[in-house]
């Protein structure tokens, strides 16, 4: 079993940055490839950023490209999501997963843990 907790959320302006951070704990934390995907009122959750057990693929949605940074520390069992220049249409509450696979998954079908999920709210 993995439990992944989400930190970081908060309220910013359009064009701030915010860092997520989300701490696994558990059996296999640290072997397994971690996702970043988020849900905004009354739309589907969806993907964001993932990246490889390692850290030596990473993936980021269309959207976020150029902006958002996923990253990993495996000594610490935690994988960050850095974002750079956000924009209203960011807000959401974002939630980190992992499947139970080494490998990037992009499908939140996909994922087998989820954390709690953060808050992430851009005013304009």
């Known amino acids: 079993q993995v439990q992944l907790v989400e930190s970081g959320g908060g309220l910013v302006q359009a064009g701030g940055s915010l860092r997520l951070s989300c701490a696994a704990t558990g059996r296999s934390s640290g072997t397994y490839a971690m996702g970043w995907f988020r849900q905004a009122p009354g739309k589907e959750r969806e993907f964001v950023a993932g990246i490889s057990f390692n850290g030596g693929n990473t993936r980021h949605a269309d959207p976020v490209k150029g902006r958002f940074t996923i990253s990993r520390d495996n000594a610490k069992y935690t994988v960050y999501l850095q974002m750079n220049s956000l924009k209203a249409e960011d807000t959401a509450v974002y939630y980190c997963?992992?499947?139970?696979?080494?490998?990037?998954?992009?499908?939140?079908?996909?994922?087998?843990?989820w954390g709690q999920g953060t808050q992430v709210t851009v005013s304009s």
């Open positions: 997963s992992a499947p139970e696979t080494r490998l990037l998954r992009t499908s939140p079908q996909a994922m087998r843990y």
